[in-house]
C-alpha cells in the first residue's frame, strides 16, 4: 500500500524503421539482421551518449534521456551511421515530459505523444516538440526548423513540432505531415486499440500500487560473495566456488544489471565482515549470500539477496536438488535477482540464461575439478586441469564450457615454455566448440585472447567483439576489447570500456590503468594521476608507476616523478621494478642512475634476450654509446631488432613494437628507417607522444620536417579523439 511508483522528467524517444514490412516481404531473414543491426547501433551510441533503451517496438525502439541535449546528438548520430548504407531508414520522434518507470517498462502522455510525433515524420528525419526545444541550451550545434502547430491524434492540445535540419537528415513538409493525421484520424479501430492498451496499464499501475510490494528505483548492481560451504564433502569440495562464479557469469548475461565479476570477490571470506563498507568499495547497491549444505544425496542452496542502504532482505529462499537438477540452481538464481531488480528479460537473455552447462553430474564434477588446478597457475597444474577437462568432455561430448577450458589451458603452455604448437590445439579444441555452441562468449573470448598473443590484433578485436555481443557484462573481454581500440588509437572507445571494466571489476588494476594512460594521452592529467593512484592502491605495479612519472614529467614536475622510484623498488625488487625506476630516471635526463637501473634489469632477466617486448635492451644501447661502450650496445641493439622484425615476419600488429624499432634505429643514426617505422607506428594506432617527443634517444630528429608531419599527425588525431569524447557522457564516478 506505501509503495511510490518512479516518476520522473525525461526525453522520450522513439524510432521506427521506413518500409520494414516490405522489407520482410522481400527477405524475411535479411530484414531481421537489419533489425538486430539497428538495435546494436542504438546500444552503442545510447551508451555514449546517456540513453537507455526501455524496449523494442517490433521494428521500433523505446528510449529515454535525461538530457535534450543528448538526445538529439545521438539521433543525428544514427542517422548518420545509417546515411552511409542504403539498405534502411529510420523517423524518429522526441518529446519532453512525465513518465513513470515501473518493472524495467515506462508509461505516461509523454511516451504517447513521442510515439505520434515519430509516425507522421519522413524518412530520415528528427522531429521533435517544443518542450525539447526548451530542454536545449542557448549554445549548441542544431540547427532546425519550425514546424508549426499540430493536433495530433489522442493528444489533448496542439503541439509546436520542430524538424532537425542538420546533414544529412530530411526535412518534412507541413502539408505531408497534416495528410499524415487526417489518414491516423481515419482509422477508427486504432482508437479502440488506444483504449484498450491505456486501460491494461491502468489496471498494472493500479495492481503494482496497491498489491505489489515495492519497485526496485536504485542503481541495478550486485555483488555476488562467495557461497559458504557449511559441511564440504572432502577438502576438495569447490562447488561453493563455482556457483558463485555461475551466477556471475549468469547475471552478466542481463545488459541492464552490472554484477562485480568473481576476480573482485574472491578473496572476500570473513562472514560477519561490514557489507556497507564493502558495497561502497565494490559500488553496487546489493549484495547476494550463499550457502551450501549437503544432506545426503541432496544439496541444500540458501540465498538471499540484501539491499545495503535500508539494511534489508529483498529476497530469499532454499533450494534443494540432487544430481542434474542441482545444475539449474545457478539459473534459476539469476533470473530471480532480476525479477527483483524490476528488469523485464529480452528473449536473448532468457535463452542464454536458461542454458544448462551439462546434464551430467560426473562431467560437471570433472569440470571443477578442472576449473581448481586451472587457477594455481601452475604448468603442472595446467596439465592436470587438460586431463580433467578431456574426462568432462569423453562423458558429455557437448560441454561447451569443458571445450573452452581446455581451450584456454592449452594456449597458456607457451608463457611457460612449451612450444607454440599449442595454439594451433587451442584454436583446434575452439573450434569444435563453437561448432556444437555457435553463441559461447567464453569460446570467442579465449580466442580474441590467443589472437592477441598472436599479435593477431583485428582477430583479437572481431572475437572479443562477439563475446560481448552474447554476454554484455563480460568483463574481462571488455577490458581487452579496450586495449585493443587503445592500441589502434580509437581512444574514447578505449576509455568507455576500461571505465565500464573497472566499475564491473573494481579489484582489477589493469582497468584503471589503462584509463589513466588514456585520460594522459588525451592531456587530462588530473584524471589521469586520480586513475592511476586507483591503479597503484589495489596493486604495486611497476607500470602504474612509470605512467604515474610519466604526467609528472609532462607537468614539468620532474621531482615528483623521481619520488616514485623509491616506491617503485619496495619489497624484493625484480626486473620489472629495475625497469621502472630506469624507466623514470631515463626521461628525467637522470642518465647515469637510469644506466644503474637498467643493467640491474637485464641482469635480472634471465628471458630478455628473446622478449620482444622489453624495452630495456634499447634504451640501455643509448646509454652504453654515449658512455663510448660500443660493442655492448651494438650487440644488445642487434638482437632487439631481429626479435623483433622477426615478429612482424609472424604477423604481428602492434604499434609498440615500430615504436622501439624507431627507437633502435635511431639510436644507431638510421634517421630514414627510424622515421618509417614512427610513421608505421602513427598508422596502427600509436598516439602517446610521450614516448617519442619526451624520449632523448629521438632529440636529434625534431629539427626533421618528416618527423614534425608525423607528430602533427598525432596530435591531430588526438584532438579528434578529444573532440569526439566532450560529445560522450561518461560516468566518471564509476
Request: charged residues 25%; glycine residues 4%; aromatic residues 10%.
Amino acid at each position: 500500500m506505501d509503495q511510490v511508483l518512479n516518476r520522473k522528467h525525461s526525453i522520450v524517444y522513439f524510432s521506427d524503421i521506413v518500409g520494414y514490412t516490405l522489407l520482410m516481404g522481400q527477405d524475411e531473414d535479411h530484414a531481421f539482421e537489419l533489425m538486430k543491426q539497428n538495435l546494436v547501433l542504438h546500444s552503442e551510441v545510447f551508451e555514449k551518449h546517456g540513453g537507455k533503451i526501455i524496449k523494442e517496438l517490433g521494428d521500433g525502439i523505446l528510449a529515454i534521456f535525461e538530457n535534450a541535449e543528448e538526445a538529439l546528438e545521438a539521433s543525428l548520430e544514427i542517422h548518420k551511421e545509417w546515411s552511409k548504407s542504403s539498405e534502411l531508414e529510420l523517423r524518429i520522434g522526441l518529446h519532453c515530459g512525465g513518465i513513470i518507470l515501473d518493472h524495467g517498462d515506462v508509461y505516461g502522455d509523454a511516451v504517447n505523444i513521442a510515439s505520434r510525433i515519430q509516425s507522421i515524420g519522413v524518412p530520415s528525419c528528427v522531429l521533435f516538440s517544443s518542450d525539447v526545444l526548451a530542454n536545449l541550451p542557448e549554445q549548441n550545434k542544431f540547427t532546425h526548423v519550425n514546424l508549426g502547430l499540430f493536433r495530433l491524434k489522442n493528444v489533448a492540445k496542439e503541439l509546436e513540432l520542430h524538424a532537425l535540419t542538420n546533414p544529412p537528415l530530411a526535412t518534412p513538409k507541413r502539408a505531408d505531415m497534416i495528410k499524415k493525421v487526417k489518414i491516423q484520424e481515419r482509422e477508427p479501430w486504432k482508437f479502440w486499440v488506444a483504449l484498450a492498451s491505456t486501460l491494461t496499464i491502468l489496471l498494472f499501475l493500479i495492481y503494482s500500487l496497491l498489491w505489489n510490494n515495492y519497485t526496485w528505483e536504485k542503481e541495478k548492481s550486485v555483488a555476488v560473495l562467495p557461497f559458504t560451504n557449511v559441511d564440504p564433502r572432502t577438502p576438495e569440495d569447490v562447488f561453493s566456488k563455482d556457483i558463485t562464479q555461475e551466477i556471475i557469469s549468469q547475471v552478466s548475461e542481463i545488459n541492464d544489471i552490472k554484477v562485480i565479476s568473481y576476480q573482485s570477490i574472491e578473496n572476500i571470506t570473513n562472514p560477519n565482515l561490514d557489507l556497507d563498507s564493502l558495497a561502497k568499495k565494490l559500488e553496487v547497491t546489493t549484495i547476494l549470500k550463499g550457502s551450501i549444505q549437503y544432506l545426503g544425496d541432496n544439496t541444500k542452496v540458501n540465498v538471499q539477496l540484501i539491499d545495503v542502504e535500508e539494511n534489508k532482505n529483498l529476497w530469499t529462499d532454499s533450494f534443494s536438488r540432487t544430481g542434474e537438477n542441482l545444475l539449474q540452481i545457478q539459473s534459476v538464481i539469476a533470473k530471480e535477482i532480476s525479477r527483483v531488480l524490476g528488469i523485464s528479460l529480452s528473449a536473448r537473455e532468457e535463452a542464454e540464461i536458461g542454458k544448462v552447462l551439462t546434464s551430467s553430474p560426473d562431467a560437471y564434477e570433472w569440470f571443477l575439478k578442472a576449473k581448481e588446478q586451472y587457477s594455481q597457475y601452475k604448468l603442472e597444474n595446467f596439465e592436470m586441469a587438460a586431463d580433467y577437462y578431456k574426462k568432462a568432455i569423453e562423458i558429455d561430448p557437448n560441454f561447451t564450457m569443458a571445450y573452452a577450458g581446455l581451450a584456454d589451458t592449452y594456449a597458456q603452455y607457451p608463457a611457460f615454455g612449451k612450444d607454440k604448437s599449442w595454439y594451433d590445439s587451442s584454436f583446434a579444441v575452439s573450434e569444435i566448440g563453437l561448432q556444437i555452441e555457435p553463441n559461447s562468449a567464453e569460446l570467442y573470448k579465449n580466442r580474441g585472447n590467443l589472437y592477441y598473443y598472436l599479435g593477431q590484433i583485428r582477430n583479437a578485436k572481431r572475437s572479443f567483439e562477439a563475446a560481448i555481443s552474447i554476454k554484455p557484462n563480460y568483463s574481462e573481454a571488455i577490458g581487452n576489447l579496450a586495449t585493443i581500440n587503445f592500441s589502434q588509437g580509437n581512444l574514447e572507445k578505449a576509455l568507455i570500456g576500461q571505465i565500464k571494466s573497472a566499475s564491473l571489476n573494481p579489484l582489477n588494476p589493469i582497468s584503471f590503468q589503462m584509463a589513466g594512460w588514456t585520460y594522459k594521452i588525451l592531456g587530462n592529467f588530473t584524471e589521469a594521476k586520480k586513475w592511476l593512484m586507483k591503479a597503484i592502491n589495489v596493486s604495486n605495479d611497476p607500470s602504474s608507476f612509470s605512467l604515474l612519472a610519466s604526467v609528472y614529467i609532462d607537468e614539468n614536475n620532474i621531482n615528483e616523478a623521481k619520488k616514485l622510484i623509491a616506491q617503485t623498488l619496495t619489497g624484493s625488487p625484480n626486473y620489472a621494478n629495475y625497469e621502472s625506476a630506469g624507466f623514470i630516471s631515463f626521461f628525467s635526463k637522470d642518465f647515469d642512475n637510469a644506466k644503474i637501473f637498467y643493467e640491474k634489469s637485464i641482469n635480472s632477466y634471465d628471458h630478455f634476450y628473446n622478449d620482444h617486448y622489453y624495452i630495456v635492451p634499447i634504451n640501455y644501447s643509448f646509454l652504453l654509446l654515449r658512455d663510448g661502450e660500443n660493442q655492448a650496445a651494438d650487440s644488445l641493439l642487434t638482437n632487439a631488432i631481429s626479435i623483433r622484425e622477426k615478429a612482424l615476419k609472424n604477423g604481428e600488429e602492434d604499434n609498440n613494437i615500430m615504436i622501439e624499432l624507431a627507437s633502435a634505429m635511431a639510436v644507431k643514426k638510421q634517421n630514414l628507417r627510424a622515421l618509417e617505422y614512427l610513421q608505421k607506428a602513427y598508422d596502427l594506432g600509436w598516439r602517446d607522444l610521450f614516448f617519442v617527443e619526451d624520449n632523448p634517444i629521438f632529440f636529434h630528429l625534431k629539427g626533421d620536417s618528416t618527423y614534425n608531419k608525423i607528430i602533427s599527425q598525432v596530435k591531430s588525431a588526438i584532438e579528434r579523439e578529444n573532440t569526439s569524447l566532450k560529445a560522450a557522457t561518461l560516468d566518471r564516478t564509476r
